[in-house]
């Protein structure tokens, strides 16, 4: 499924695709559609999407450039999400949704806001063994969970990804998230005032990540996690290794708490 639209005009077709597959956001050139997939109140969990590739989208102005679901709970598994960009949500978005992703790569997306990979606002969503590489937004590279969120992300993989600002690999913002046996590593902020290049909480958040490894992320501060503006996360069982905090004034290579924190 592409958003890349047949115009007949050479110049309007995505530059460098691979088999059809537009692999990077940054190849999108001429006119895309706006999102490529979705899904209303109406979708229950009968409603299943499996074993599409998802790609092109260009919702600049709007959330999810690759899916969009606003409410209902429909099903999404084996499904790739490459290339697609959006406000917040490159890869896909959902709002105020139950949804549940499983087996799903998000790869080459990116956001002018939140969320590369993915941006979930007001929801519970459930996603298990979900793959975030090489997305890249303002706020949360790979991921962005805000909003009062409760959602749930399990044994997926979030390498490789940059921000900004805030969260490379997952940006969590007044929202309270389960990460439970989940990899972050590799992931980066791409100036000198980056935070959480593994995971960044910030405002009264309170998340609860069990079981998690961060290894190898970098930021300004918190290379591997930064828990920010009266944050109240609970980190159980978890290995911090090779994490750095870089440039100028920076804390915190492995984790930084900060602004009545704990």
């Known amino acids: 499924l592409t958003g890349d639209l047949e115009t007949g005009n050479p110049d309007d077709e995505d530059a460098g695709k691979v088999n059809g597959v537009t692999v990077s956001a940054d190849q999108i050139q001429g006119t895309n559609s706006t999102c490529v997939v979705t899904a209303d109140s109406g979708c229950g969990p009968t409603t299943v999407l499996d074993g599409f590739t998802i790609t092109a989208g260009n919702n600049v102005t ?15 598994t084996n499904c790739a ?8 949500g490159g890869g896909g978005a959902t709002s105020n949704s139950h949804a549940v992703m499983e087996d799903c790569v998000f790869s080459g997306n990116s956001a002018s806001g939140d969320g590369g990979g993915m941006y979930d606002k007001g929801g519970d969503l459930i996603l298990r ?3 975030f590489s090489g997305n890249f937004a303002h706020d949360g590279g790979g991921m962005a969970i805000v909003g009062e969120s409760t959602t749930k992300v399990y044994d997926c993989t979030f390498s490789g990804n940059s ?23 590799g992931n980066s902020g791409i100036n000198l ?6 995971m960044c909480n910030y405002d009264g958040s309170s ?9 190898e992320n970098i930021a300004n501060c918190g290379g591997g996690m930064i828990n ?19 440039g100028a004034n920076s804390y915190g290579g492995g984790m930084y708490n900060y602004n009545n924190s704990s």
């Open 62 to 76: 709007g959330n999810g450039g690759g899916m969009y679901i606003e409410g209902g709970s429909p099903t999404v």
């Open 81 to 88: 999400f490459y290339g697609n960009s959006g406000d917040n």
């Open 129 to 131: 063994r979900c793959t």
């Open 163 to 185: 921000a900004e600002l805030y969260g490379s690999g997952m940006y969590n913002y007044e929202s309270s998230p389960t990460v439970e046996n989940c990899s972050f590593s």
């Open 193 to 198: 005032s980056s935070y959480g290049g593994g």
């Open 207 to 215: 998340p609860t990540v069990t079981n998690c490894t961060f290894l």
């Open 228 to 246: 920010w503006k009266n944050d109240n996360s609970t980190v159980t069982n978890c290995t911090f290794l090779r994490n750095s905090a870089i």
